[in-house]
């Protein structure tokens, strides 16, 4: 078994079985010599992309196991790095009791869903940031985004077929809520079904705003974009990342500050 992360520039006999499993799956690196070369890395990345994998080169825990040369595709975990001293820095405008609060319950979701390496974690918390900067789980408030001049408090969102909503009074009852700002009635629906146990917020949507649920939908929608997420942040971009959360850039100062500050803090794991 291979009990290390493997990536281009390593030699040495675990490099030499990764190419050799690769071959019996097709996936030809080259020269089975040992060295972990762009033949070898061409190789990890089809079997990657073929597998539904983050296509990085890299064979972290995960490729490993699907190659059969690991028996434990958990990630390394930032997760005991996390401390209130370090995600006050990340959020320097923030009551530090806010945090103390909440992170614990963040923390565990995330922990729960598999969602405990560093990068994915910074994911998680600069969210939290751009939505909800005071760090607990709220309702979105009214602004011209999502209400019109003269009209019912979020009207604007009543007819967003691409949110799922059905009309008045649709925009109001699925508005952003909690630590993620869930939003519409396709993803009250989706991911009040994902919970465990499953929770109906088409009728109770009000509960997505509460601490416990609204610490278990932040992790399950970061999941649901995972791989496009790390996508995002291998190639550097920001914008990117934030757009498959928000939709949109709403935020992204918040959330590339905090992402920035959190991976100078947090120790690399792997």
Do not use: W
Not at 92 to 101: D, L
Not at 143 to 172: V, W
Not at 254 to 269: E, I, M
């Amino acid at each position: 078994m291979v009990t290390s992360v493997l990536r281009q520039g390593d030699t040495g006999s675990d490099v030499q079985q990764l190419q050799k499993s690769l071959l019996e799956r097709g996936f030809n690196p080259g020269d089975i010599d040992s060295v972990y070369g762009q033949g070898t890395v061409a190789a990890v990345m089809a079997f990657q992309k073929s597998s539904g994998m983050l296509a990085d080169g890299v064979a972290g825990p995960r490729t490993l196991t699907a190659l059969g040369l690991a028996n434990d595709d958990t990630l390394p975990s930032s997760i005991p790095a996390v401390t209130v001293q370090v995600v006050s820095q990340m959020f320097p405008s923030t009551p530090i009791g806010n945090i103390k609060a909440n992170l614990p319950g963040i923390l565990s979701s995330l922990v729960e869903h598999r969602l405990s390496d560093k990068p994915m974690v910074l994911m998680a918390l600069a969210t939290v940031r751009a939505e909800v900067e005071c760090f607990k789980p709220i309702d979105e408030g009214q602004s011209r985004f999502n209400t019109s001049p003269s009209g019912h408090p979020f009207d604007l969102y009543d007819a967003r077929k691409d949110l799922g909503n059905q009309g008045a009074p649709d925009g109001d009852r699925f508005k952003g809520r909690g630590y993620i700002q869930l939003t519409g009635r396709a993803n009250y629906a989706k991911y009040g079904a994902l919970l465990s146990p499953k929770v109906n917020l088409i009728e109770t949507p009000e509960r997505a705003g509460e601490q416990g649920i609204a610490s278990s939908l932040l992790a399950l929608f970061l999941a649901d974009k995972e791989i496009a997420i790390k996508q995002a942040l291998i190639a550097g971009d920001m914008a990117r990342a934030r757009k498959l959360v928000n939709g949109g850039s709403h935020g992204i100062d918040q959330f590339t500050d905090a992402f920035q500050r959190g991976k100078a803090l947090l120790p690399d794991t792997m």
